[in-house]
């Protein structure tokens, strides 16, 4: 049955009302390429954190606030790559991990939900649409030359009905992830206006401390970029960052062959 629930339990879903703690979601799954008269072929596996937290800043609203990580992995051995071998081009190209920070948002109103029984799932179909912010520059053609980014995200959320209505619980017990998407080639793969797109199918859940993470998680933020182990400690003024604008910053370490992501350091 559908119901509209508070931001509130969104919240509890999500991060946690808890705006001491960094809660994590992490997901596993594969990308596909997706081209018109050619079958099917599994490019990558991928391996996915996120790490959050709301702050509460009126009556009913909040201010969601995390960092993001997902690695594309061998994907018959699942070793995290640092190069690939462009299978239509036969170039090898440097391997640009996703580590978008910040990613933030407002959470407040209703938020629609199935409630069946023991079991409430959030649905979010997003299809995000704008302008690709490396299009204009020609030195980006090679890479993601169209005028528009365009995208379909598919999500859906599952948490124990209970969790939601325990006022004693800052953030649900559980949590089951699916998450698909449709995007464009990513800039680093060096596809050019070549026609397809990329199908990822991933799932997911909760973890919920540090030590819970793949240790590839553990392991990369331990050593190389702390910053991931914390959420933001408040809303951070700017735009949220994405693999195009992420690609349009480190553009020359991309070229150099720099291993990904680039190190960074915990916030102070």
């Known amino acids: 049955m559908s119901q509209e629930l508070d931001a509130l339990h969104w919240v509890k879903t999500r991060s946690s009302l808890d705006s001491s703690q960094s809660t994590f979601l992490i997901w596993a799954g594969k990308i596909y390429a997706f081209i018109p ?17 709301c702050i509460a800043t009126e009556e009913g609203k909040w ?7 997902t690695y594309y992995l ?19 190209v440097t391997v640009m991990h996703v580590a978008n920070n910040p990613v933030q ?9 199935q409630v069946e029984g023991e079991n409430t799932t959030f649905v979010f179909d997003i299809f995000p649409t704008y302008p690709n912010p490396l299009a204009t520059n020609p030195k980006f053609a090679q890479y993601s030359p169209q005028e528009i980014y365009q ?8 948490v124990p009905t209970a969790d939601l209505f325990n006022s004693e619980l800052a953030e649900v017990s559980q949590l ?10 990513l800039p680093w793969m060096k596809m050019g206006d070549r026609p397809g797109q990329l199908i990822y199918s ?6 919920h401390n540090f030590t819970d993470l793949p240790q590839l998680f553990q392991d990369e933020i331990n050593t190389r970029i702390p910053l991931y182990r914390n959420a933001p400690k408040s809303y951070l003024e700017g735009e949220d960052m994405t693999s195009w604008l992420y690609f349009q910053e480190h553009f020359d370490a991309y070229l150099a062959g720099e291993i990904f992501p680039i190190p960074a350091a915990e916030e102070l």
């Not at 948002?105 to 939900?113: R, T, V, Y």
């Not at 991933?202 to 973890?207: D, E, I, M, R, Y």
């Open 37 to 53: 008269g050619e079958k099917r072929k599994l490019l990558f596996k991928i391996l996915g954190m996120s790490v959050s937290r």
């Open 63 to 69: 201010d969601f606030t995390s960092r993001e990580l």
């Open 74 to 92: 061998n994907p018959e051995t699942g070793e995290k790559l640092t190069k690939w071998e462009n299978p239509w081009t036969g170039e090898t």
């Open 105 to 113: 948002g407002e959470f407040k109103g209703k938020f629609p939900a």
């Open 151 to 158: 995208a379909a995200e598919l999500f859906k959320l599952t």
């Open 176 to 185: 089951k992830l699916s998450w698909d998407r449709i995007g464009q080639w």
């Open 202 to 207: 991933a799932f997911g859940s909760k973890v």
